[in-house]
C-alpha cells in the first residue's frame, strides 16, 4: 500500500505564486510516475502535470505551461508543483497521484489540497 500525501495549499492573490509537495511512500519511488490533477469548483478533475522516472514532464496544454512546473526529489520521495502567475481560475483542489507500474494507471490518490487564488 503506497500512501500520498500532498501539502502547502491555501490562498494567495493573483500573480503570486505557491509550491505545492507531495510524498508517496515505498522503496521504490524513484520509479514511481507521478502527477499532479485538480479539481475547480463545480467541474470535473483534469490533468495539470507528470513527471516519470527520468524527470521527463508533461503539462497540460497552455493552460498552465510556463507558469506551474513539476519536479521531484527521489531522495526525500517527494514531488513538486512550483506555480507562479497564479489566476483565480487557477483556484481548485489539487490532487497528487502516483502511478507504481510503468504504463499503468493512477493507482494511489492523495486526499488534495485547496489553492485558492483571490482577484
Known amino acids: 500500500q503506497v500512501q500520498v500525501v500532498e501539502s502547502g495549499g491555501g490562498l494567495v492573490q493573483a500573480g503570486g505564486s505557491l509550491r505545492l509537495s507531495c510524498t508517496a511512500s515505498?522503496?521504490?519511488?524513484?520509479?514511481?510516475?507521478m502527477a499532479w490533477f485538480r479539481q475547480p469548483p463545480g467541474k470535473e478533475r483534469e490533468f495539470v502535470a507528470s513527471?516519470?522516472?527520468?524527470?521527463?514532464?508533461?503539462y497540460n496544454g497552455d493552460s498552465v505551461k510556463g507558469r506551474f512546473t513539476i519536479s521531484r526529489d527521489n531522495t526525500k520521495n517527494t514531488v513538486y508543483l512550483q506555480m507562479n502567475s497564479l489566476k483565480p481560475e487557477d483556484t481548485a483542489v489539487y490532487y497528487c497521484?502516483?502511478?507504481?507500474?510503468?504504463?499503468?494507471?493512477?493507482?494511489?490518490w492523495g486526499q488534495g489540497t485547496q489553492v485558492t487564488v483571490s482577484s
Open positions: 497521484a502516483a502511478a507504481t507500474a510503468q504504463g499503468a494507471s493512477y493507482n494511489y
Open positions: 515505498g522503496r521504490t519511488f524513484s520509479s514511481y510516475t
Open positions: 513527471i516519470i522516472w527520468n524527470d521527463r514532464s508533461t
